[in-house]
């Protein structure tokens, strides 16, 4: 399907683009030593092919909110790395994880 051309009639050639693609994930805990999120899923998120990261907290209810971020490691550096003691863990839809262990070794 050529999708530049079924949705306005104009075929784009020679244009250069960012990356395209995205993944999503979730992040589950199983401590929480601040009491605000809480344990279990507490976000979801996209990381976007360019590496901008935005997150959805799932508190407060009823919609949560909304954070951007320039990496998954800036993330990773403010809400997970300074808290080893809630054992957070990122599973992504291509069924990867990252665990606490595999997030310490970003602080070198």
């Known amino acids: 399907m050529n999708w530049a051309k079924e949705v306005t009639g104009v075929v784009m050639t020679g244009v250069v683009r ?10 589950g805990r199983e401590f929480d030593v601040s009491g605000v999120s809480g344990t279990g899923i507490v976000l979801e998120g996209v ?5 901008v990261v935005v997150i959805h907290w799932l508190t407060p209810p009823p919609r949560g909110s909304i954070s951007v971020f320039e990496t998954l490691e800036q993330f990773l550096s403010i809400h997970v790395v300074p808290h080893p003691g809630n054992r957070a863990v ?5 069924g990867e994880e990252m665990g606490s262990s595999e997030v310490m ?3 070198s």
């Open 18 to 27: 960012a990356p395209h693609g995205m993944r999503r994930f979730t992040m």
């Open 47 to 51: 990381q976007f092919s360019a590496g």
């Open 90 to 94: 990122l599973v992504f839809d291509d």
């Open 105 to 107: 070794t970003l602080r």
